[in-house]
């Protein structure tokens, strides 16, 4: 029986997959091969030393320290792409909101509460000042094509839109995945000038910040609104409410809510509940469990934030795997101590990214234990596994 180790309460729909490989999930568990957490706050957590990996069922990573962990050969997962689904529903959602003037209908009809029998013929008299348009027809520019801006993309299609997708920097499995109905534009200016809805699916980052600004905002269609299920920080908020103000830009619908933009007329904020679904829970535990079974068991590494991807089928004997610096020679030094060995290398796979590489090597006969030890005391190296 293995244990995995967990430092929140994690969705129970894990248990299936552990149970299927005989690990036991719990709170206080002795030697742990794995610790499976969402938002605890591993700096300054003392690891047992028994820990191969940490799965993170949700995305974001600032609270493990990676680095460190990296440095000690311990494999730090997380789930990109498991809260897709719900964000696209509500981005959805978002659209709707923006085409007519649901908020505000909403709110008003509360204001009616103690008319008694008038409340029909009021909402009757009072609707048309929330009347609103369709999306059917219209143009969504979908800014970022990775996890959820595919799957808004499509989905807007679905709905009967016209779509056009910016990404420079598109995965092949997201274009692979993409509706052949979905135009490519290559230059942000012209999706802004083309399009009556603007979506951002992109990531914050040094160059991603304030993205959305006066200039920007500026080549956008007249009347056109915006969806920010993103992050705040890519919009330049003074910027959105002064374009707001100006009646150029019709709405502003943010996930990231702010002080500077409560209340302002034709904005609406959304408690931040793109990702807040019980089958978004549901899917990066399942997600986090599997990442750690499929490596714990096989040495394979898929998602992971602080090594490379490497993952490959079984073959020969028995597996090792090297956890190294991301230096010249390391993986030869390896090979030629199997080599004293005699024994055959069936399968060889190595991946480096940034600081650390890592390799696979699966071996037609057992390796003796002096060898693994010699390996583990070569010039670079970090962590290594023998999996049997
Ligand atoms: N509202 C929420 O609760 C919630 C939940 C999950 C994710 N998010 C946010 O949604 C965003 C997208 O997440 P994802 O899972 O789809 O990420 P992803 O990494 O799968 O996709 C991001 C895409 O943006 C593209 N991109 C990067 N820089 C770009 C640029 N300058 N212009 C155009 N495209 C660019 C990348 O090529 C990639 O295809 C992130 O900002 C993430 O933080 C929000």
Request: aromatic residues 6%.
């Amino acid at each position: 029986m293995k244990n995995v180790l967990k430092l929140n309460e994690i969705s129970g729909v894990v248990n299936e997959i552990f149970d299927m490989h005989g690990y036991n999930l719990s709170k206080d568990c002795k030697e742990p091969v794995a610790v499976l957490l969402r938002s605890y706050d591993m700096h300054g957590y003392d690891m047992p030393e028994s820990v191969l990996c940490v799965g993170r069922a949700g995305a974001g990573v600032n609270n493990i320290p990676v680095s460190e962990y990296a440095e000690k050969g311990v494999v730090v997962f997380n789930t990109p792409g498991a809260n897709a689904n719900a964000v696209k529903e509500l981005v959805i959602c978002a659209l709707l909101l923006c085409g007519r003037k649901i908020t505000d209908g909403i709110k008003w009809a509360q204001t009616l509460a103690g008319k008694g029998d008038e409340v029909p013929k009021l909402v009757e008299s009072g609707k048309k000042a929330f009347a609103g348009g369709e999306i059917l027809g219209k143009t969504l520019g979908v800014v970022g094509l990775g996890a959820i801006g595919r799957l808004v993309a499509n989905a807007a299609v679905e709905l009967g839109m016209k779509v056009i997708g910016y990404d420079p920097y598109i995965s092949i499995d997201a274009a692979w995945n993409l509706n052949h109905n979905v135009q490519k534009e290559t230059d942000l200016n012209a999706l802004l000038a083309k399009s009556d809805f603007v979506t951002l699916h992109i990531p914050y980052l040094p160059s991603t910040k304030g993205m959305i600004n006066a200039q920007t905002l500026g080549k956008m269609k007249d009347g056109a609104s915006l969806i920010n299920c993103a992050r705040g920080e890519l919009a330049v908020n003074a910027d959105v409410t002064a374009v707001l103000k100006s009646g150029k830009l019709n709405r502003y619908v943010t996930d990231f809510p702010c002080e500077e933009l409560l209340g302002v007329d034709n904005v609406i904020t959304i408690p931040h509940l793109g990702a807040s679904t019980e089958e978004a829970e549901d899917n990066c535990a399942r997600m986090a469990a599997r990442e750690i079974v499929d490596f714990v068991e096989n040495g394979n590494i898929t998602n992971s934030v602080n090594f490379p991807n490497c993952s490959s089928s079984r073959t020969g004997k028995m597996r090792i795997a090297v956890f190294h610096k991301n230096v010249k020679n390391v993986i030869s030094s390896v090979s030629d101590l199997i080599a004293k060995e005699n024994i055959n290398i069936s399968s060889f796979n190595s991946q480096s990214g940034g600081a650390m590489a890592y390799a696979l090597l699966d071996l037609d006969d057992e390796i003796s234990a002096a060898t693994v030890e010699k390996i583990r005391k070569l010039d670079n190296i970090v962590r290594v596994r023998v999996i049997k």
